[in-house]
């Protein structure tokens, strides 16, 4: 399964919302996580069951969609959101993740 | 806290091995299936290894029959023996934990593998 996430980039200012999305190349029904990646460290899941919010993670973060589309919502982005986000589809194997989105400050 | 530290990193040549380790803390590690994911430069992820607690093993099928997967339990270790290295292969390596289905909670900060003459 092919994913492919929209915008490659995408340029926001601190306290606007930020909408990415991920498209699976055939249906992965809710079977889609989101991960955050930020320089030097490791992915940190977001969301998992494509709307279930992780441990401890904000609830400025949402997630919706089924099947072949998918939504990251990020309500209002602080300054430690600025990051890149990778979709992943774990229906099918082999699991795969999109190419992933940047968020940069506008 | 749980804590996965990789090391073994560094410069190879095309057709040369490398041995990656993984150090877990803060969890039962025995219970929990294991994975090695990469990054090529300007590249997305992709799962290269897996392991179940008691030794299943799951392998893409780009590192099939060149690279091995093992554990040890009882030191609370995770490594990735890889053989004949090419230079496709040079990317970031992280250790993941395997969580639910299939996803990962938690990782290391990633080891850097490079194959080049």
């Known amino acids: 399964i092919v994913m492919t996430q929209s915008p490659a980039t995408l340029s926001v200012s601190p306290g606007e919302r930020a909408t990415l999305s991920c498209r699976a190349s055939?249906?992965?029904?809710?079977?889609l996580a989101w991960y955050q990646h930020k320089p030097g460290q490791g992915p940190r899941l977001l969301i998992y069951?494509?709307?279930t919010r992780a441990t401890d993670i904000p609830a400025r973060f949402s997630g919706s969609g089924s099947g072949t589309e998918f939504t990251l919502t990020i309500s209002s982005l602080q300054s430690e959101d600025f990051a890149v986000y990778f979709c992943?589809?774990?229906?099918?194997?082999?699991?795969?993740f999109g190419p992933g989105t940047k968020v940069d400050i506008k | 806290e749980v804590q996965l530290l990789e090391s073994g990193g560094g410069l190879v040549q095309p057709g040369g091995s490398l041995r990656l380790s993984c150090a877990a803390s803060?969890?039962?590690?025995?219970?929990?299936?294991m994975y090695w994911v990469r990054q090529a430069p300007g590249k997305g992820l992709e799962w290269v290894s897996g392991?179940?607690?008691?030794?299943?093993?799951y392998y893409g099928d780009s590192v099939k029959g060149r690279f091995t997967i093992s554990r040890d339990n009882s030191k609370n270790m995770l490594f990735l023996q890889m053989n004949s290295l090419r230079a496709e292969d040079t990317a970031l390596y992280y250790c993941?934990?395997?969580?639910?289905?299939?996803?990962?909670?938690?990782w290391g900060q990633g080891t850097l593998v490079t194959v080049s003459s």
């Open positions: 993941a934990r395997l969580v639910g289905v299939s996803n990962f909670d938690h």
């Open positions: 803060g969890f039962t590690f025995s219970s929990l299936s």
């Open positions: 392991i179940t607690g008691d030794g299943g093993t």
């Open positions: 055939q249906s992965v029904n809710s079977n």
């Open positions: 069951s494509a709307s």
């Open positions: 992943h589809q774990y229906k099918n194997w082999p699991r795969t």
